[in-house]
C-alpha cells in the first residue's frame, strides 16, 4: 500500500507538511525572552543558539545532496526530522546555554539542513516544468511553520516552562514527521535517467571552480544577512526601538507574509526569470530597510518588518531554480548543499552583528549596513546575468560542435 506510486501534487503537499516542523526553527525570536528570562543569559550569547543552528546547516545540506542524488531522498528527510525533533526534545532538559547550543544549535540546525535539502531538491526534481513555483510552494511552508509552532509555544507555555515547551514542540514534530513520510517518494538517481541532460551540467567539483558560484554564493550571503535581521530579532526591535509593548504579532504577520511570498515570488520568476526577479526583491528590502532606518512608531516597523518578511521570502525562493539554471539539475541535490552555505554564513553574522550593534536600544545602524549590502548585491546580480547567460551560449556551442 506505501509503496505504490502517488501523484506528485500529493507529494508536494507532503513536502509541504514536512517544512511546516521544520519552520519551527525561525520562531527563534519568540524563545529568546523566555529563555533570557528563566535562566538570564547574554542576549548576544544566546542568538549563538540561532547562529549554530543556521551555520550548520550547510554541512549536512552537502550530505543530504548526495544523498538525494543517489536516489536516497526520503531517506534524508526522515534521518533528518528525527535529529530535528530530538534536538528540540534534549532542549526540554538543558540547564546552561552551551547545553542549548548542543541541542537547539548543532543537533536541531545539523537534522533541519538534512531533511529541509531532502525536502526541496527531492521534490523539485518531480517539477523540472515549474521549479520556482514548487520550491516556493514547498518553501512557504516554513512561513507557516513558524507561526504554527509560535502559536503550538503559546499554548505550550500558558502551562508549563519554555524548556518543557520545547520538549513538547519536539514531540509534535515527530508524530507529524511519522505520518508524513507515507506520502513521500525519493527522485529517481541522477544515473538512473529518470533526470533530463542538459548542457549546463557540472557537478560540485566543476561548479566550485566556476567564477559564477561564488558570484551567486555572495549575492545570497548578502540577501540572507539582510532578511535574517528581522528573522532573528523582529520582537527585540519592535519593543526596543519602535516601542511596541509586545513583539509577538509581528511574528505571526512575518510568517504568514514571507509565506505567502514564497508562492508569490516562485510563481513571479517563473514568468519574468530569475535574474530580473532577484533584483525586484533586492531593491525592495533595501527600500524597506531605509523606511526603518528613517521611520519611527508602530506602523512604520509593521510595513517594514512585514514587508521584508514578504520580499526576503523571494531569495530562498529563487536560488535554487537559479542554481539549476547555472548547473543543471542533475546534481542539484549537492550543488544547491554547497550553494545554500552563502545562507549559512549570512545567518551566522546577522543575529550576531543585530545583537551586537543593536545593544544600544537602536537598529539603525544594522539596517544601514543591510541596505549598503543590498545595493552591493544588486549590482553583482546584474554582472551574474550576463555571466550566466555567457556560459548558457558556450555550453550550448559546445553541445553543437
Known amino acids: 500500500m506505501f509503496n ?114 531532502g525536502n526541496l531538491n527531492n521534490v523539485m526534481k518531480f517539477f523540472p516544468d515549474r521549479k520556482a513555483l514548487a520550491s516556493g510552494i514547498v518553501l512557504a511552508g516554513v512561513g507557516v511553520g513558524t507561526l504554527l509552532c509560535t502559536e503550538l509555544a503559546k499554548f505550550f507555555l500558558a502551562q508549563m516552562s519554555i524548556t518543557n515547551s520545547l520538549l513538547w514542540l519536539g514531540i509534535v514534530y515527530l508524530g507529524v514527521l511519522f505520518v508524513t513520510q507515507f506520502f513521500i517518494r525519493s527522485a529517481p538517481a541522477k544515473g538512473s535517467g529518470g533526470i533530463p541532460a542538459s548542457p549546463m551540467d557540472q557537478d560540485w567539483r566543476g561548479m566550485l571552480q566556476t567564477a559564477r558560484f561564488w558570484m551567486l554564493f555572495i549575492i545570497l550571503a548578502v540577501g540572507c544577512f539582510a532578511g535574517v535581521v528581522i528573522n532573528s530579532a523582529s520582537v527585540q526591535i519592535g519593543t526596543e526601538q519602535f516601542g511596541l509593548a509586545s513583539g509577538a504579532l509581528v511574528v505571526s504577520l512575518v510568517s504568514i507574509f514571507n509565506s505567502i511570498g514564497r508562492v508569490v515570488w516562485g510563481a513571479v520568476a517563473d514568468r519574468l526569470g530569475n535574474y530580473r526577479t532577484l533584483t525586484v526583491v533586492y531593491l525592495s528590502m533595501a527600500a524597506l530597510m531605509v523606511l526603518l532606518t528613517l521611520g519611527s512608531g508602530a506602523a512604520a516597523f509593521y510595513i517594514g518588518a512585514v514587508g521584508i518578511g514578504f520580499v526576503y521570502a523571494g531569495v530562498l525562493t529563487i536560488f535554487p531554480s537559479l542554481t539549476s539554471q547555472n548547473f543543471g539539475m542533475r546534481n542539484q541535490g549537492m550543488n ?56 548558457i551560449n558556450q555550453a550550448k556551442g559546445a553541445e553543437v560542435h
Open 4 to 117: 505504490r506510486p502517488l501523484n506528485r501534487w500529493v507529494m508536494l503537499a507532503a513536502h509541504v507538511v514536512i517544512n511546516f516542523v521544520l519552520g519551527g526553527v525561525y520562531a527563534f525570536s519568540f524563545f529568546k525572552g523566555p529563555l533570557m528570562a528563566e535562566f538570564h543569559w547574554d542576549p548576544a550569547l544566546l542568538a549563538l543558539a540561532f547562529s549554530l543552528n543556521m551555520g550548520i546547516i550547510p554541512i549536512p545540506m552537502i550530505i543530504g545532496g548526495k544523498m538525494i542524488d543517489q536516489g536516497h531522498g526520503k531517506a534524508a528527510i526522515i534521518i533528518g526530522g528525527i535529529l530535528f525533533s530530538l534536538g528540540f526534545i534534549l532542549s526540554g532538559f538543558v540547564h546552561t546555554l552551551p547545553m542549548l547550543l548542543l541541542t537547539y544549535g548543532l543537533l536541531a540546525g545539523f537534522g533541519s539542513g538534512l531533511a529541509f535539502t
Open 336 to 391: 544547491y548543499g554547497f550553494m545554500y552555505a552563502g545562507f549559512g554564513l549570512g545567518s551566522v553574522i546577522s543575529p550576531y552583528v543585530t545583537s551586537a550593534i543593536g545593544a544600544g536600544g537602536s537598529y539603525s545602524p544594522v539596517f544601514m549596513l543591510a541596505i549598503f549590502l543590498l545595493v552591493g548585491g544588486v549590482v553583482m546580480i546584474q554582472v551574474m546575468q550576463r555571466m550566466g547567460q555567457r556560459a
